[in-house]
């Protein structure tokens, strides 16, 4: 726990012994080769940005968007139309607030048919640092809550030794703050400045830099990820376990369950409601259930509490 010029040690409620501290994009990239090996196709660099309905209104793929295209509307030499990419099961894993996952979920009424309750986000900012030898510590894990945050304003830190040297660090801040002025940028370098932060940052280098969203809402948010011609997977639907912020286990779960109730449902004729019945029978379910009242919780505490 963070004040302006100190640091205290707190008991970890986390477990991390015999994980893994990993470059999620290298990884990415080690699948994408593994999956073409077997015949997959992949297509980077293209942004699904419509859902192709048939007669029936029912989900029968995605259309990609033009590229190619200048600043006033007018087509480059470079201009490039979009593709229909059509299939009988359509899977959306678009991640945090996937604009096609969302409109889904609206369109079909998926949150009513889950559990109910509206998501909540928050805005994580992310480093990698080269640090110098003698402050590198491979697979050490560090989580810091308080400062700079204030009592009315959710968030925390995370910091994670990689390989070479490599530090990966950043500040997650819940976008429920009150205060207007906040921002969340400038509360990671004020956060970068701490005593503790600092000496390990001096004589550094950052070498990349980058900031995404994160499902907040937990197991009270999940919608019912199931529509007609397909199903939706990750963060878009809202695994994400937010005391542990982690959610790459649990998106990378409801792929292969999600993958399961496809193959059934292409070769056997069987609905793809059996991805949300396995769902709800899965250790995702467990988990998420499991830390359920922790945002919560916390939100009733910071925002609540007596001043």
Known sequence: MLTKNKAWTLPSPFDNKGNYVISLSQLVRWMSVKAEELGVEVYPGFAASEILYDENQIVAGVATNDVGIAK??????????????????????EGC????????????????????????????????????????????????VGWPLDMKTYGGSFLYHLDDRQLAIGLVVA?????????????????????????????????????????????????????????????????????????????MKSGMLAAEATFKALVEGSSMDLYWENLKKSWIWDELYRARNYRPVCGYYYYQSPK
Do not use: M
């Not at 470079?78 to 899977?91: A, C, D, M, N, S």
């Not at 369109?107 to 909540?120: D, M, Y």
């Not at 009150?178 to 921002?183: D, H, I, K, Y």
């Open 175 to 251: 976008l429920n703050y009150r205060n207007p002025f906040l921002s969340p940028y400038d509360e990671f370098q004020k956060f970068k400045q701490h005593p503790a932060i600092r000496t390990l940052l001096e004589g550094g280098t950052v070498l990349q830099y980058g900031a995404r969203t994160l499902n907040e809402g937990g197991f009270q948010s999940i919608p019912n990820p199931v529509f007609p011609g397909g199903a939706i997977i990750g963060c878009s639907a809202g695994f994400l376990n937010v005391p542990k912020i982690k959610g790459s286990h649990t998106a």
């Open 97 to 144: 607030r996937g604009s096609l996952s969302e409109n889904i979920i609206t369109n079909h009424k998926l949150r009513e048919s889950g559990q109910g309750q509206h998501q909540t986000y928050a805005l994580g900012i992310k480093e990698v640092w080269e640090i110098e030898e003698g402050k590198h510590k491979p697979g050490s894990v560090v989580h810091t």
């Open 72 to 93: 006033d509307g007018s087509k480059r030499e470079t201009f490039q139309p979009g593709v229909e990419l059509r299939g009988r099961i359509t899977l959306l894993a």
